[in-house]
């Protein structure tokens, strides 16, 4: 069985908090890569705004998830 992390409103986009939530994000990648934690849920609110979603928010958020990919961490999210 596969040890996992829940984690629950991340709200990337959320003004003026982009540095802020993806350095919780890589804390949170690299606690799962020091103890051998192969997936992360996100059990809802990813995005701040699910309507409309700033451009450089969706591209730091996809490198940040393509980088935890390649490292061996699956990040799962589930809408909120």
Request: net charge negative; hydrophobic share 45%; no cysteine.
């Amino acid at each position: 069985m596969p040890n996992i992390i829940l984690a629950g409103d991340v709200h990337l986009g959320a003004k003026n908090r982009l540095d802020d939530i993806l350095w919780a994000l890589n804390s949170i990648n690299q606690y799962a890569k020091i103890n051998n934690i192969e997936i992360v849920v996100v059990l809802g609110d990813l995005f701040h705004d699910t309507t409309s979603v700033n451009l450089e928010v969706l591209s730091k958020a996809y490198d940040f998830f393509d980088t935890a990919r390649k490292e061996g961490i699956e990040w799962v999210s589930f809408q909120g």
